[in-house]
């Protein structure tokens, strides 16, 4: 026990965080613990991201920490103490006010996954509210804040009340952590992302679930990706993620389930934060590519069979096929859009959305079938193209990426276009062409298309 009590008691972390008890675990000694493989305690994790979040612990300590961390991984309790511990950095929301059952859908991180978009609406149009704490853009892959900001004054800063209060209206909201809620998450999100901690199995699973399970949702679907795209590499680690947050929800009582998804090739046929919007309100309007649409089904599906809304997987995808082809899901998106002060005539005119200076295609050298499109290539040109951050402050640019992106199993003549890049800067489009010379792969023998949905987790 590190913690010495200002009365000379010991005490527990809540206790000492909100009494003002004193520390006496230097971080440095922790973050030496952690590197050296010894298992930390529940007293050493709560005050080290105490001091993270009220500033004592800085930036530099926390990235050591978190390198630390990723080189020598953490049991599974220690994985519980760090989420429990970012989880009370800020406020835990009850929202059990609200009648209706409350769930919410998480992605570890993927190219073209802007399957939150379509998400949020179309359950919500189920009668199942949606309370949607997003991230940003994290190393390579796309963020859901970034994808919405693209949208002319779309608000992803709300206060807890004004985010209560857009839930019990129109029933879904997407917005970031604030200084409120899991503020020791969004800090340590942001710096893992620039200092090479991302693929992490602990702190993936810690800072999803203590923004999930701050939010106050009742259960939980996770899309854990898997492939060249993805944290996770290989089937084997997904799974390993997936069970480890399955466990944390459980342990919470957040009945959790997973889905390990393909993130081989990029999601849809765009990747890019404006260019992702059109896709996804083509989806929502009925006409977007069939990939993300069966992907978002899956996993409302699983939302609201979850929540005692549907008994089965063919009911569920009868009753969320219904909301997209009556336009409803579509109306519910416009509905947030503009509580959340965006402009919902951006979204019925989707050319107004900002757009790049410079478009060009990227055309194919030869006729066959497309085997491959490297997920990791294209979101690494889309990051040079400047759609992602280089450092934590960084502006991004939301008209820049890749859209008309070829999919494996198709075939292409020569000279066919296999994707069309969108730039403001000469220079980076030479970049990106570079990085994506080798991206697709094409050949004589017919690739099948792969499968979406390689495993499901639960309890
Ligand atoms: N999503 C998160 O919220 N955190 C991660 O670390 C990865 C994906």
Redesign the pocket.
Same mark, same amino acid.
């Given at each position: 026990m590190y913690l010495i009590a200002q009365n000379g008691q010991l005490n527990s972390f809540d206790i000492y965080h909100k009494r003002g008890y004193l520390a006496c675990m230097l971080p440095q000694w922790i973050i030496e613990k952690k590197r050296d493989g010894v298992e930390l305690s529940e007293e050493e994790i709560h005050s080290l991201i105490a001091g993270y979040t009220d500033g004592t612990v800085p930036d530099y300590q926390m990235s050591a920490f978190a390198m630390a961390v990723f080189m020598r991984g953490m049991t599974f309790a220690e994985t519980a103490f760090l989420t429990d511990a970012m989880m009370k950095s800020g406020d835990i929301l009850d929202i059990s006010h609200i009648s209706k059952p409350k769930a919410d859908k998480?992605?570890? !991180?993927g190219i073209g996954d802007k399957v939150s978009l379509v998400l949020a609406p179309l359950v919500a149009c189920c009668g199942v509210v949606v309370p949607m704490l997003? !991230?940003r853009g #994290?190393g390579i892959?796309g963020g859901t804040l970034d994808k919405l900001e693209s949208i002319p004054g779309y608000r992803t800063n709300l206060s807890t009340r004004e985010f209560l209060k857009i839930l019990q209206k129109c029933g879904c909201s997407i917005m970031g952590q604030t200084a409120e809620l899991a503020p020791a998450?969004k800090k340590l999100?942001a710096l893992?992302d620039v200092t090479g901690t991302?693929p992490s199995i602990p #702190? *993936?699973a810690a800072? *999803?679930m203590s923004?999930k399970l701050a939010e106050g949702t009742d259960v939980l679907t996770l899309d854990v990706k898997c492939g060249k795209g993805a944290?996770m590499k290989t089937l084997e680690q997904a799974r390993e993620l997936a069970r480890t947050i399955v466990e944390i929800g459980a342990r919470s009582n957040t009945p959790t389930n997973a889905l390990v998804t393909d993130m081989n090739q990029p999601l849809g046929r765009t990747v890019g934060n404006a260019l992702e919007v059109v896709e996804a309100v083509e989806t929502l309007r009925g006409n977007g590519s069939t990939d993300l649409l069966e992907e978002t089904i899956e996993l409302s599906a699983e939302m609201l069979i979850l929540t005692g809304t549907c008994h089965s997987k063919g009911e569920a995808a009868v009753l969320l096929k219904k909301q997209i082809d009556s336009g409803a899901a579509y109306e519910k998106f416009k509905e947030m859009i503009t509580l959340h002060g965006g402009s919902p005539q951006a979204i019925d005119k989707t050319s107004t959305l900002p757009s790049a200076s410079i478009q060009t295609f990227f055309s194919s050298p030869k006729a066959g079938y497309i085997v491959e499109v490297n997920a990791e290539q294209v979101g690494r040109a889309c990051i040079v193209l400047g759609a992602g951050r280089k450092a934590v402050d960084e502006d991004i640019d939301h008209a820049v990426g890749i859209s008309k992106i070829v999919k494996v199993g198709e075939w292409v003549e020569r000279d066919q276009p296999l994707m069309l890049i969108h730039a403001n800067d000469q220079t980076r489009l030479n970049n990106a062409v570079a990085l994506l010379k080798d991206a697709v792969q094409i050949s004589d023998k017919e690739a099948g298309v792969p499968s979406l949905i390689l495993d499901r987790i639960s309890i």
């Amino acid at each position: 026990m590190y913690l010495i009590a200002q009365n000379g008691q010991l005490n527990s972390f809540d206790i000492y965080h909100k009494r003002g008890y004193l520390a006496c675990m230097l971080p440095q000694w922790i973050i030496e613990k952690k590197r050296d493989g010894v298992e930390l305690s529940e007293e050493e994790i709560h005050s080290l991201i105490a001091g993270y979040t009220d500033g004592t612990v800085p930036d530099y300590q926390m990235s050591a920490f978190a390198m630390a961390v990723f080189m020598r991984g953490m049991t599974f309790a220690e994985t519980a103490f760090l989420t429990d511990a970012m989880m009370k950095s800020g406020d835990i929301l009850d929202i059990s006010h609200i009648s209706k059952p409350k769930a919410d859908k998480h992605s570890t !991180g993927g190219i073209g996954d802007k399957v939150s978009l379509v998400l949020a609406p179309l359950v919500a149009c189920c009668g199942v509210v949606v309370p949607m704490l997003s !991230g940003r853009g #994290l190393g390579i892959t796309g963020g859901t804040l970034d994808k919405l900001e693209s949208i002319p004054g779309y608000r992803t800063n709300l206060s807890t009340r004004e985010f209560l209060k857009i839930l019990q209206k129109c029933g879904c909201s997407i917005m970031g952590q604030t200084a409120e809620l899991a503020p020791a998450d969004k800090k340590l999100y942001a710096l893992r992302d620039v200092t090479g901690t991302v693929p992490s199995i602990p #702190l *993936i699973a810690a800072s *999803i679930m203590s923004k999930k399970l701050a939010e106050g949702t009742d259960v939980l679907t996770l899309d854990v990706k898997c492939g060249k795209g993805a944290f996770m590499k290989t089937l084997e680690q997904a799974r390993e993620l997936a069970r480890t947050i399955v466990e944390i929800g459980a342990r919470s009582n957040t009945p959790t389930n997973a889905l390990v998804t393909d993130m081989n090739q990029p999601l849809g046929r765009t990747v890019g934060n404006a260019l992702e919007v059109v896709e996804a309100v083509e989806t929502l309007r009925g006409n977007g590519s069939t990939d993300l649409l069966e992907e978002t089904i899956e996993l409302s599906a699983e939302m609201l069979i979850l929540t005692g809304t549907c008994h089965s997987k063919g009911e569920a995808a009868v009753l969320l096929k219904k909301q997209i082809d009556s336009g409803a899901a579509y109306e519910k998106f416009k509905e947030m859009i503009t509580l959340h002060g965006g402009s919902p005539q951006a979204i019925d005119k989707t050319s107004t959305l900002p757009s790049a200076s410079i478009q060009t295609f990227f055309s194919s050298p030869k006729a066959g079938y497309i085997v491959e499109v490297n997920a990791e290539q294209v979101g690494r040109a889309c990051i040079v193209l400047g759609a992602g951050r280089k450092a934590v402050d960084e502006d991004i640019d939301h008209a820049v990426g890749i859209s008309k992106i070829v999919k494996v199993g198709e075939w292409v003549e020569r000279d066919q276009p296999l994707m069309l890049i969108h730039a403001n800067d000469q220079t980076r489009l030479n970049n990106a062409v570079a990085l994506l010379k080798d991206a697709v792969q094409i050949s004589d023998k017919e690739a099948g298309v792969p499968s979406l949905i390689l495993d499901r987790i639960s309890i």
